[in-house]
């Protein structure tokens, strides 16, 4: 598995890439969208809604089950990956570039760990 040492990581599984112009990129982390499986249907906030750091923003469901997917951090959605609603399996080609959601305005963040931490974190699961 890849994890780009630019990303931050939840233990919800879930990477944050902070952008240049203050807009946060998030998506599924590779070891996530393996342990579901082929993903089948995403279901996405709308541009403009809000987020909340530790609260559900969307879910993802595969061959095996629903699964909620959290923010690790609280803001406004900017964009939507559209892409994903017509071929969620983008996130199983490849997890690191599929990204769900662009959030600005980011206002608060949880605890958020490196490359490293998160590998250790997942090899103790």
Not at 18 to 36: H, I, P, R, S
Not at 74 to 88: F, R, Y
Not at 101 to 120: G, H
Request: cysteine-free.
């Amino acid at each position: 598995m890849r994890f780009p040492e630019n990303y931050k990581y939840s233990k919800s599984h879930e990477w944050v890439e902070f952008l240049e112009d203050g807009t946060v990129k998030l998506g599924l982390t590779e070891f996530a969208q393996e342990e579901m499986g082929d993903l089948v249907f995403v279901n996405l906030p709308e541009p403009g809604d809000e987020v909340t750091a530790g609260e559900a923003f969307g879910d993802v469901e595969s061959v095996k089950a629903v699964s909620d997917v959290f923010s690790p951090i609280s803001g406004i959605v900017k964009d939507i990956n559209e892409d994903l609603l017509d071929n969620p399996a983008l996130i199983n080609q490849d997890a690191n570039s599929a990204y769900l959601i662009i959030v600005s305005d980011v206002e608060e963040q949880e605890e958020l760990i490196s490359a490293k931490e998160y590998e250790d974190y997942i090899a103790q699961l």
